[in-house]
């Protein structure tokens, strides 16, 4: 167990807030609600930094800048802004975080059962024992079983099959071509990670978006960020739930940062497919949409590029004159089928996602595809807070931007609502007692 960890007695024991997940969401509540001076634990079922070091590949690192790394009072202060932490350095920095304000956070304790009681008080069942909580705050992120299709099942014994979460790096994998199935920011640095091992790699591409890395002289993510992409609220569109459900735009920041040209893959023997529809045996089939993915996939990278325009003509800004995209590679066929033997592929590599399990959650707070409904991170249940998750209010709600926002809104709802308690508490007792319930000023 790490050293900043001290484990209290959990069993019977009773918490103004239990945070429940001790990753970059569930410390920076915990930064603001010690800010409020309330009481509080933090339950992690790993270590700090788990998902980052259990679930991302060696040569892994992050897609947006290093300073949009903003926790709460630990904003990134490293040599490198403008470059993009690798895995082990996203762990430090979370660790370090832990060391910056010692949180009370326990480490190796899962939580299996939260529940409501009739008196309105949270009972969380954990492998330490059970507890109770005023308030809980679920901060466990969105991604929590590897989701793989049934039809993975038909594959022949002898591929080798992992998600996304498992892959490491080729070396890993046995040799020979590797089929890489979806096109998401996972299964894009996956293929390319490949690729530039000189493994022959199949890539089934999908829907998702790309953006470019940088554009008229600076990164994209600056510009978009100031231009308040970052900070609009989820209120703020028309069609929210399909804006919540959107993939995320591919793009790395590999080597200092760069596109991920998918054509440019393809143009240096990367053969690509559309979307992978049916498995029987070696022979697999796909969709006929591989052109259109890509064309689509180019245009959502152009308007971003458009809007960029716009805002640089809109406040005069000076910046160099950067000439269009224009396509490095055509699909002259689209194949929609092939062998796997015949292609000498001997794994695949499913990077097609994740479910939520919140089985253990036993109170009626989710919609009919399991995600929790809620405003801003509050529920309709008093008392219980989802934090961390995509598109929670914004989009860099769930990232190291704007988790820390998220958070200081929820810290300070609870400290709002633990105010009405007490004033409706007092009302029920002496004048006194009301008195002292009030805020002061």
């Not at 167990?1 to 410390?27: D, F, K, N, R, S």
């Not at 490198?80 to 082990?88: I, K, Q, S, V």
């Not at 979806?182 to 998702?208: F, K, M, N, P, Y």
Request: aromatic share 10%.
């Amino acid at each position: 167990m790490p050293e900043h960890t001290m484990i209290p007695e959990l069993a019977g024991a009773h918490y103004p807030v239990a945070v429940v997940g001790g990753g970059q969401a569930g410390l920076s509540v915990s930064y603001w609600l010690r800010e409020h001076g309330i009481e509080h634990i933090v339950i992690e079922a790993n270590r700090v930094g788990h998902e980052w070091r259990e679930r991302r590949w060696d040569s892994f690192c992050l897609v947006t800048p290093n300073w949009q790394c903003k926790l709460p009072g630990f904003p990134y202060k490293g040599p490198d802004p403008d470059g993009f932490m690798l895995r082990d350095e996203i762990v430090q920095y979370l660790e370090d975080y832990v060391s910056h304000f010692h949180p009370p956070l326990v480490e190796g304790v899962a939580v299996s059962r939260l529940r409501r009681a009739a008196t309105g008080t949270f009972e969380l069942s954990t492998t330490a024992g059970d507890l109770t909580a005023d308030q809980v705050v679920v901060a466990v992120g969105p991604y929590h079983t590897p989701s793989i299709p049934g039809m993975a099942e038909r594959l022949p014994s002898g591929v080798a099959q992992v998600h996304s979460s498992q892959y490491r790096n080729p070396e890993q994998l046995p040799a020979g071509a590797v089929l890489v199935v979806g096109t998401g920011q996972s299964g894009c640095q996956i293929a390319e990670d490949l690729h530039l091992a000189g493994r022959r790699v199949h890539l089934a591409v999908g829907s998702a978006p790309r953006v470019a890395r940088f554009y008229r002289g600076r990164d994209c993510v600056a510009w978009l960020d100031d231009m308040g992409h970052y900070t609009r609220g989820i209120d703020g569109f028309a069609d929210a739930e399909a804006v919540r459900m959107r993939a995320n735009h591919y793009v790395t920041g590999r080597d200092g940062g760069r596109d991920i040209d998918l054509r440019a893959f393809a143009r240096e023997d990367m053969r690509l497919f559309g979307r992978l529809t049916g498995v029987y045996g070696a022979r697999l089939e796909f969709a006929d949409d591989l052109k259109v993915n890509l064309e689509q996939a180019d245009a959502v990278a152009q308007g971003i590029k458009d809007a960029i325009d716009a805002h640089i003509a809109t406040h005069g800004i000076d910046a160099p004159v950067e000439p269009r995209y224009v396509p490095v590679w055509e699909p002259s066929e689209q194949p929609q089928n092939i062998d796997l033997a015949a292609a000498g592929i001997t794994s695949v590599i499913w990077s097609t996602g994740f479910t939520r399990d919140h089985r253990w959650i036993e109170i009626p707070v989710f919609d009919g595809r399991g995600y929790p409904m809620h405003w801003r991170g509050a529920t309709s249940c008093p008392g219980l807070y989802f934090l961390g998750l995509p598109w929670q209010y914004s989009w860099g709600s769930g990232r190291f931007e704007a988790v820390g926002r998220d958070a200081e809104f929820l810290a300070d709802h609870i400290e709002a609502s633990r105010r009405l308690a007490d004033v409706c508490g007092a009302l029920t007792g002496t004048p006194a007692a009301l008195a002292s319930a009030l805020p002061v000023g």
